[in-house]
């Protein structure tokens, strides 16, 4: 089983700035199959990014991810009111499909 | 539009079992693999299986092997999971999920749509 571990666990910005979340998996991800998701409070997680950097329908240019074998980020280029929200990311390239533990962006 | 609407909440006493429903609408529901993930109070998902609505392809997470049980029906377009010998940290939010994006053969088993979320609390 890959185990993802996700740094930091909080990170504390303002909008306008930029977030860079990592997540670091115990063994290379076949085909580097990383995704990204948002959660809200109350809300069902929102894909964001699937096959380490493709963007899943909708979501707005400013989430780029990147990475490849172990090593996998999500930025955030300019932060936005709704971008405060905990971000799990996913490896789907081997069962079991696990997530990593998640990391908050919050404000700072 | 893809809706995937699930069961409603359920209490349910430790050892007891319990069967969420999640009825799908708005796609083929044989195309597509369907992923089961919880998510205990304040804590993060948690993946519990896929199942392939096409094939009948199941994977289980290895800590959930022994006690979890995924179907669909195609009539209905339903997709079922069923978890068995309840404890109290099996508390916790159960969604379904969607996966594939038309085109993309990279997004197979992932959680494209979601359904609502069903409840589940375990208690005496």
């Known amino acids: 089983e890959i185990v993802l571990t996700q740094s930091p666990g909080t990170l504390s910005l303002s909008p306008g700035e930029r977030a860079t979340l990592s997540c670091r998996a115990s063994?290379?991800?076949?085909?580097?199959?990383l995704a990204w998701y948002q959660q809200k409070p109350g809300q069902a997680p929102r894909l964001l990014i699937y096959a380490a950097s493709s963007r899943a329908t909708g979501i707005p240019d400013r989430f780029s991810g990147s990475g490849s074998g172990t090593d996998f980020t999500l930025s955030i280029s300019r932060l936005e009111p709704e971008d405060f929200a905990i971000y799990y990311c996913?490896?789907?390239?081997?069962?079991?499909?696990?997530f990593g533990p998640g990391s908050k962006v919050d404000f700072k | 539009q893809v809706q995937l609407v699930q069961s409603g909440a359920e209490v349910t006493n430790p050892g007891a079992s319990v069967k969420v429903s999640c009825k799908a609408s708005?796609?083929?529901?044989?195309?597509?693999?369907f992923s089961w993930v919880r998510q205990a109070p304040g804590q993060g998902l948690e993946w519990l299986g896929w199942i392939s609505a096409h094939t009948g392809i199941i994977y289980y997470a290895d800590n959930f092997q022994d006690r979890v049980t995924m179907t669909t029906d195609t009539s209905t377009s339903t997709a079922y999971m069923e978890l068995r010998s309840l404890r109290f940290d099996d508390t916790a939010v159960y969604y379904c999920?969607?996966?594939?994006?038309?085109?993309?053969?990279?997004?197979?088993?992932?959680?494209?749509?979601w359904g609502q979320g069903t409840l589940v609390t375990v208690s005496s």
């Open positions: 063994q290379s991800v076949s085909s580097n199959y």
């Open positions: 708005g796609f083929t529901f044989t195309s597509y693999g």
């Open positions: 996913q490896q789907h390239g081997n069962s079991p499909f696990t």
């Open positions: 999920a969607r996966d594939y994006i038309s085109g993309q053969s990279s997004s197979w088993y992932l959680c494209v749509h």
